[in-house]
């Protein structure tokens, strides 16, 4: 009698793995929705100049990404992770410094360093976990992945509020009350409120490192791109070459904007009368709401694709998005705020969706697709300064008309893209 034993799936372990990187890359960037008001009234900064968090930021991944692709090309995405990691703790230790010396422009340097790292993770993490399976599946497959980048997001602001906001809840009266003594040890106790969060990422990032050293994961080598004719060379062949790829980078880089431009102001769009009147420390748990839908819709997004196409999917969360916003801007009170929450629940299948539609059919040209695909996350860069400028000269609610048209491109390439299935 002949007996057979269940194949028990080779990359379920590995893909738990690296689940944990999208974790903490997550937690990482949305630490700065904390820290954008933080750093904003540190400086006494208007929305434009602190907006300069998320520029220096996201200008990583448009300088950082192309190198990165090619960097994993030659040493593996196993490699690739173990230096980003590496990067990111760096970044995370020049937080230090930074609080020390009170000093704008040193927390943006270390900024874009930990963004620098996380730029490597992200090209060497999105493409394996989209390999790590069946092609068909792979969409879904990132799309749970995401939903734990998603958990991290959630954690992330109301940690951060406990830990950095909590001590600087003055009103502007009780601070314009302050002799100058006493305003200066008050600025300078805020300044230095983030060296220890920060330092503790550091330390986690470094163990993670050592463990992706000595850990074995599958050598994935049929999507690293083989050929090596110089950076820019690549870039325009595989940009020019696939159409889908051309419209997703455009499609990466309103999402990302549009995202990080809501994410980013949440915190001072709270704090307004008009709108719910919280302390700072108090709007940043609500921040958490906004990122915890986000992984709900990507748990629930998982889920869904498995039965319908992610095209048809992302269209409808985008038009969802626009109608959210466009009641946000014309309402006041609980209901601006409910709206505007929400959208994390539309998000929460993008940026999956629109990497795994670009990326499909690469082949060989998958690493350096997904290099263009992260350098356009550099909208998370420039979108949220525009978004600044806008809040400075008309308010945050109007201003809220761009990501408005942001969501409005990311539909027009869904309906595209179903065409194209």
């Known amino acids: 009698m002949n007996t057979t034993t269940p194949q028990r799936n080779p990359y379920l372990i590995p893909l738990v793995i690296v689940t944990a990187l999208f974790f903490m890359w997550g937690a990482l960037t949305a630490l700065n929705d904390v820290l954008i008001p933080h750093l904003k009234g540190v400086f006494e900064l208007n ?10 930021f996201f200008s990583a991944y448009f300088v950082v990404s192309i190198p990165a692709g090619q960097l994993i090309s030659h040493i593996g995405y196993q490699r690739g992770i173990v230096c980003g990691l590496t990067v990111a703790a760096l970044g995370c230790l020049l937080f230090y410094p930074a609080a020390s010396s009170e000093i704008y422009w040193v927390f943006l340097l270390a900024l ?20 790590l399976g069946a092609p ?25 509020s406990f830990l950095i906001l909590a001590n600087g809840n003055k009103t502007p009266e009780e601070i314009a009350a302050l002799s100058s003594t006493a305003l200066e040890a008050y ?40 050929t090596h004719t110089g950076v820019l060379q690549n870039f325009k062949e595989t940009l020019w070459k696939f159409p889908n790829l051309r419209l997703g980078t455009i499609g990466i880089f309103v999402y990302v904007g549009a ?27 609500y921040v958490s709401l906004y990122w915890m839908f986000a992984m709900i819709g990507r748990f629930i997004g998982a889920a869904v694709m498995l039965r319908i196409k992610p095209a048809y999917a992302l269209a409808f969360n985008s038009i969802t998005a626009i109608a959210l916003l466009l ?17 994390g629940l539309c998000n929460s299948i993008m940026f999956p969706t629109i990497f795994s539609i670009a990326v499909s059919g690469l082949g060989e040209h998958t690493s350096h697709g997904s290099g263009i695909l992260c350098m356009a996350i550099v909208g998370g860069a420039i979108i949220p300064v525009i978004f600044g ?8 609610q109007m201003a809220f008309l761009l990501p408005a048209l942001c969501y409005a491109y990311i539909a027009y390439y869904g309906l595209q893209s179903i065409k194209n299935i």
């Open 112 to 131: 874009f360093v930990l963004a620098s790292g996380i730029t490597v993770l992200q090209v060497s993490a999105n493409p394996y976990v989209t390999t």
């Open 47 to 56: 929305y434009t100049q602190a907006m300069l968090v998320q520029f220096c």
């Open 259 to 285: 995202e990080v431009s809501i994410g980013s102001i949440l915190v001072s769009y709270f704090s307004q009368d008009s709108i719910a009147g919280m302390t700072e420390e108090s709007a940043g748990y």
């Open 327 to 343: 009641m946000t801007t014309t309402s006041s009170g609980s209901f601006a705020m409910w709206t505007i929450l929400l959208v």
């Open 187 to 226: 600025k300078t106790s805020e300044a230095q409120a983030v060296q220890g969060p920060y330092l503790m990422l550091a330390a986690t990032l470094f163990i993670m490192a050592v463990i992706f050293a000595v850990i074995k994961l599958p050598a994935i080598t049929h999507a690293l791109q083989k």
């Open 389 to 396: 400028v806008f809040a400075d000269s008309i308010g945050i």
């Open 136 to 160: 068909e599946t792979s969409a879904s497959r990132l799309v749970l992945t995401q939903s734990f980048n998603s958990l991290g997001t959630t954690i992330a602001p109301a940690l951060g």
